[in-house]
C-alpha cells in the first residue's frame, strides 16, 4: 500500500471525503485486510489521543487574561528614559565642541611640524653607490628642488674634506 492509499484511508476515518469517495474508501477496506487492519489502528489511535488530551485552562477569562497583556504593554511603552542629571548635561554640552576644537589644533600643529622640518638644503639617501642626490626646498615659493648627480670614481677625483683645501685656477 502507498502513501497516498494510507492518506486516503485516514481522511476516510476522519470523515474528511465526500460521499462517493467514502463509499469507494468502505468497499476497497471490505475487500482488503491490510486497509482493514490500518484503519483500525486509525480508529483506535483516535480514540486514545481524543481520551488521553490534557486541557489546558487560563486561570482567567480570555478578556481579562490578553487584558493584562494589553495593560503591561502600555506601560511599558510610557516608562520615560532615565533622565541625567544637570552636571551630566552641562559637561555634555561643552565636551563635543571642545573635542572638535582639540582635534582641528592637532591637524594644524601637525601640518605646520610637517611642513617646517625640511628647509633648506638636506641630504637623501639614494641607494645606488655611484649616484648622489641632493635636495633643496624653498619655503617662500614651496618648491622643491632634488638634484642627481653621478659620483665620480675615488681613483680620479677625490672630494675635498673642507672649502680651505680647494684650490681656484
Not at 31 to 37: G, L, T, V, Y
Not at 73 to 97: D, F, T, Y
Not at 99 to 123: I, K, N, T
Not at 155 to 161: A, G, N, S, W
Amino acid at each position: 500500500m502507498n502513501d497516498e492509499a494510507k492518506l486516503k484511508l485516514q481522511a476516510w476515518v476522519d470523515g474528511e471525503l465526500t460521499a462517493k469517495e467514502a463509499a469507494e474508501v468502505s468497499a476497497w477496506v471490505a475487500n482488503d485486510n491490510a486497509a482493514k487492519s490500518l484503519a483500525d489502528d486509525l480508529r483506535m489511535a483516535k480514540t486514545v489521543l481524543a481520551a488521553n488530551e490534557p486541557e489546558y485552562a487560563v486561570p482567567a477569562s480570555r478578556e481579562f487574561y490578553w487584558s493584562a497583556i494589553e495593560r503591561q504593554i502600555s506601560r511599558e511603552e510610557v516608562k520615560p528614559a532615565a533622565v541625567a542629571s544637570g552636571w551630566v548635561l552641562q559637561w555634555r554640552r561643552w565636551l563635543a565642541p571642545a573635542a572638535g576644537l582639540a582635534a582641528v589644533a592637532c591637524m594644524l600643529v601637525l601640518a605646520d611640524w610637517r611642513h617646517g622640518s625640511d628647509q633648506g638644503l638636506a641630504d637623501v639617501e639614494v641607494p645606488l653607490e655611484d649616484m648622489g642626490a641632493m635636495t633643496y626646498r624653498d619655503q617662500s615659493t614651496g618648491m622643491t628642488v632634488i638634484w642627481l648627480y653621478d659620483r665620480p670614481d675615488k681613483e680620479v677625483f677625490t672630494e675635498p674634506q673642507s672649502i680651505d683645501n680647494v684650490e681656484i685656477k
